[in-house]
């Protein structure tokens, strides 16, 4: 999964608050709709159209401003189309993720001759970490804000995330890890997002204070992986539903690291048919070696 789908994606799941977020206001009665326009049907796979009252807000998440056709181009295009179509006022934001290089001119118009559009960019490395760190929905967003102290904002969005519902924290947990990986080095993501959810996990508790009696190595490494495997049974559950008793069985003989492996590899899943793939490919690996 990309970066840019998997802002398409939340805001699909939370229409309402990403609608709120980029326009400043409160928003309600909001709709998500298709993102295939009917004039030279395209498929739009970082774009999300939302109707609001009266309105449509066209949402669109970009990790770099070069594409083709230009950005000022394609919004004027899906204007024209999305105008075209359901004759309401239209606002146009990009979301850029990452900040381009050093002298690169952000545009926010185009204009050729007597024609000129306009639209917002939204710079998310200039944004306030407060309103993302305050709303689950837009928690994987924070790692991208404004901070001084990287490591710190990390830290901060990690003790969010061990606050949420145990049901919503699998989730939001991956997708924040995910897009802190455009900013912040894969290590110390692991590192403080492991510690931080088994600090929270009663399971990892118990397995260590027994780990305390026995060797306080061997209690570690097997409150990670306890902690791992339920992490990934949960994860799994939501991404391809109930799972047989053979994949229980096989989900509890793999390594730490297998589990991490799996855990990234599950955002793409769609069936029980990809589990069973990855798997697949997992025993190809330890053929060969």
């Not at 840019?4 to 980029?22: G, I, Q, Y």
């Not at 710190?152 to 995910?178: D, G």
């Not at 069985?249 to 690291?257: A, G, V, W």
């Amino acid at each position: 999964m990309s970066f840019d789908n998997l802002c398409k994606l939340l805001s699909e799941k939370h229409p309402a608050t990403f609608a709120s977020w980029v326009l400043g206001t409160p928003q309600t009665s909001v709709k998500v709709l298709k993102t295939e326009l009917s004039i030279e049907p395209i498929r739009a796979d970082y774009v999300t159209f939302l109707q609001l009252q009266g309105r449509i807000l066209h949402l669109e998440f970009q990790t770099k401003l070069e594409s083709t056709p230009p950005l000022p181009l394609r919004m004027l295009d899906y204007w024209v189309r999305l105008y075209r179509l359901y004759r309401l006022p239209i606002t146009q934001v990009v979301v850029l993720l990452l900040p381009p290089a050093s002298g690169t001119v952000i545009e926010t118009v185009f204009s050729v001759e007597t024609t000129r559009h306009e639209y917002r960019v939204i710079q998310m490395w200039s944004e306030n970490p407060e309103s993302f760190l305050n709303d689950p929905a837009l928690l994987p967003l924070a790692p991208l804000a404004a901070t001084m102290q990287p490591q710190a904002l990390l830290q901060q969005i990690v003790e969010k995330v061990n606050q949420l519902e145990p049901r919503q924290r699998p989730e939001i947990s991956a997708y924040s890890q995910i897009l802190a990986g455009l900013k912040y080095n894969q290590d110390l993501i692991r590192q403080l997002f492991r510690e931080g959810m088994m600090r929270e996990s009663v399971i990892y508790q118990e397995i260590l204070a027994e780990g305390e009696q026995r060797g306080e190595q061997r209690g570690r490494e097997e409150g990670r992986k306890a902690e791992g495997q339920l992490l990934i049974l949960r994860q799994l559950a939501r991404r391809v539903g109930e799972l047989p008793q053979e994949v229980l069985d096989r989900i509890e003989t793999l390594s730490l690291e297998q589990l991490e492996n799996l855990g990234e590899a599950l955002l793409d899943f769609q069936a029980i048919a990809d589990l069973e793939t990855w798997f697949s490919t997992l025993d190809v690996g330890v053929k060969m070696t």
